[in-house]
């Protein structure tokens, strides 16, 4: 299951680096607003990832939010593409949101095993 959740982590993060750095005209667009659109994209990256990388979460976290700062600033050589600060902070912030997410899934995935009857040791007498 982790190779799963880790490939997907990084094929979003390379369908969310194509869709920043491609052309345009290849961005996929839907009634969100740019905004939108790069909460919801950055939320799953970040969920993804802190799925994926549970043991490292806070460094992987940390990192992403270097990565976007990278991925934002390489638009300045992106034809078509512009760098804005406002972008950074939505991308950055809805990563982190997402991180967190993560953390909350594992947590009450912890507490759901812990309080679960298939979990005793040995059968119910």
Do not use: K, N
Not at 27 to 51: C, K, N, T, Y
């Amino acid at each position: 299951m982790s190779i799963f959740v880790r490939f997907f982590a990084w094929l979003l993060a390379a369908a969310v680096t194509f869709a920043t750095l491609g052309p345009p005209g290849l961005r996929p667009h839907s009634d969100l607003g740019q905004d939108g659109e790069h909460a919801l994209a950055f939320i799953l990256v970040g969920l993804a990832f802190g799925l994926a990388y549970r043991s490292r979460r806070w460094a992987v976290a940390a990192m992403a939010v270097v990565l976007i700062g990278v991925l934002e600033l390489l638009q300045f050589w992106a034809p078509g593409r512009h760098a804005r600060l406002e972008d950074f902070l939505v991308d950055a912030g809805t990563a982190c949101i997402g991180f967190a997410l993560a953390a909350i899934v594992d947590w009450v995935m912890a507490r759901f095993r812990a309080t679960s009857p298939l979990t005793s040791e040995g059968p119910a007498e």
